[in-house]
C-alpha cells in the first residue's frame, strides 16, 4: 500500500460527501429554482443565498439605490395574478444619477441575471446583475458602473467573508481604481477623488486586505 494511501482515501471520501451533499441540495431546490416565481424577498431561501444562486428576470424600473426586477423562472407556469417585481440592489455599488441612466440604457426593460449575495433588509437583496451584449459578451452591471466612474464602492453589510464575496469586492475595487487612475465620471472632480480615495477608499481596501489574508 502507497504511504499516502490513508490520506487520498481521505480527500477522496471528503470529495465524494460534497458532491453527494450539493447532489441532495439541488434535488430538493430543483423544482423552486426552475418552477417558483418569486414575487417578494420573504420568499427567496436562505440556502439560495448562501449559495449565491444566479436568477433570471426582467428589469421593470431603475431608482437611485435599486431595481425593480421581474423573476422569471427557467420553466414559467401559468400565472392569472400579475406578478410584484424584486427590489435588488447592486451589491458593493453606490452610484449616482449618471449611473441611473447608464442602467436605464443597459437594463431597462431587458432580461438580466442577477445572482443573490445578501439580504438586505427586509425588502431588497443585494446583487450582482448582468445582462447579455451579444453571444459572447455580457456585461457585469456592478463593475461596469464602477469602471466608467459612475459610482463608488461600498462595504456590505454584516461579515459577508466567504471566499466569492471576497473576489467579487476585489473585482469592484479593481473597477474603482482603474476609472480614478483615468478620471473618469466623478473621479474628475478632484474633492470627492481625493476624499473618497485618501479616507473611505484606503480604509475599506485594508480592510479587504485583511480578510484576504485571513481567508
Same mark, same amino acid.
Not at 464575496?165 to 473621479?187: C, S, V
Given at each position: !500500500?502507497?504511504?499516502?494511501?490513508?490520506?487520498?482515501?481521505?480527500?477522496?471520501?471528503?470529495?465524494?460527501?460534497?458532491?453527494?451533499?450539493?447532489?441532495?441540495?439541488?434535488?430538493?431546490?430543483?423544482?423552486?429554482?426552475?418552477?417558483?416565481?418569486?414575487?417578494?424577498?420573504? &420568499?427567496?431561501?436562505?440556502?439560495?443565498?448562501?449559495?449565491?444562486?444566479?436568477?433570471?428576470? &426582467?428589469v421593470?424600473?431603475?431608482?437611485?439605490?435599486?431595481?425593480?426586477?421581474?423573476?422569471?423562472?427557467?420553466?414559467?407556469?401559468?400565472?392569472?395574478?400579475?406578478?410584484?417585481? +424584486?427590489?435588488?440592489?447592486?451589491?458593493?455599488?453606490?452610484?449616482?444619477?449618471?449611473?441611473?441612466?447608464?442602467?436605464?440604457?443597459?437594463? +431597462?426593460?431587458? &432580461?438580466?441575471?442577477?445572482?443573490?449575495? /445578501? @439580504?438586505? %433588509?427586509?425588502? %431588497?437583496?443585494?446583487?450582482?446583475?448582468?445582462?447579455?451584449?451579444?453571444? @459572447?459578451?455580457?456585461?457585469? +452591471?456592478?463593475?461596469?458602473?464602477?469602471?466608467?466612474?459612475?459610482g463608488?464602492?461600498?462595504?456590505? !453589510?454584516?461579515?459577508?467573508?466567504?471566499?466569492?464575496?471576497?473576489?467579487? !469586492? /476585489?473585482?469592484?475595487? &479593481?473597477?474603482? !481604481?482603474?476609472?480614478?487612475?483615468?478620471?473618469k %465620471?466623478?473621479?474628475?472632480?478632484?474633492?470627492?477623488?481625493?476624499?473618497?480615495?485618501?479616507?473611505?477608499?484606503?480604509?475599506?481596501?485594508?480592510?479587504?486586505?485583511i480578510?484576504?489574508? %485571513?481567508?
Amino acid at each position: !500500500m502507497s504511504p499516502h494511501g490513508g490520506r487520498g482515501g481521505a480527500k477522496e471520501n471528503d470529495g465524494n460527501d460534497f458532491l453527494h451533499r450539493l447532489s441532495l441540495f439541488i434535488d430538493k431546490h430543483i423544482t423552486a429554482i426552475n418552477h417558483k416565481r418569486f414575487t417578494c424577498v420573504s &420568499q427567496v431561501p436562505n440556502e439560495f443565498i448562501k449559495k449565491h444562486f444566479k436568477l433570471r428576470g &426582467q428589469v421593470q424600473s431603475v431608482h437611485n439605490d435599486h431595481l425593480l426586477v421581474d423573476h422569471k423562472p427557467i420553466i414559467s407556469l401559468k400565472n392569472s395574478t400579475v406578478p410584484k417585481p +424584486l427590489k435588488i440592489n447592486l451589491a458593493g455599488v453606490e452610484y449616482n444619477k449618471e449611473g441611473v441612466q447608464f442602467l436605464e440604457e443597459q437594463a +431597462l426593460n431587458k &432580461q438580466v441575471w442577477f445572482r443573490l449575495i /445578501q @439580504f438586505k %433588509g427586509h425588502d %431588497g437583496i443585494n446583487c450582482t446583475v448582468s445582462t447579455r451584449k451579444s453571444m @459572447f459578451k455580457v456585461f457585469n +452591471l456592478n463593475e461596469e458602473i464602477l469602471h466608467r466612474g459612475y459610482g463608488k464602492v461600498v462595504p456590505l !453589510m454584516g461579515h459577508s467573508t466567504d471566499a466569492f464575496t471576497l473576489r467579487l !469586492m /476585489q473585482r469592484l475595487l &479593481q473597477a474603482e !481604481m482603474y476609472a480614478e487612475k483615468k478620471e473618469k %465620471g466623478l473621479w474628475k472632480e478632484e474633492e470627492t477623488s481625493y476624499f473618497t480615495s485618501s479616507i473611505v477608499g484606503k480604509a475599506f481596501r485594508k480592510i479587504i486586505n485583511i480578510f484576504k489574508k %485571513g481567508a
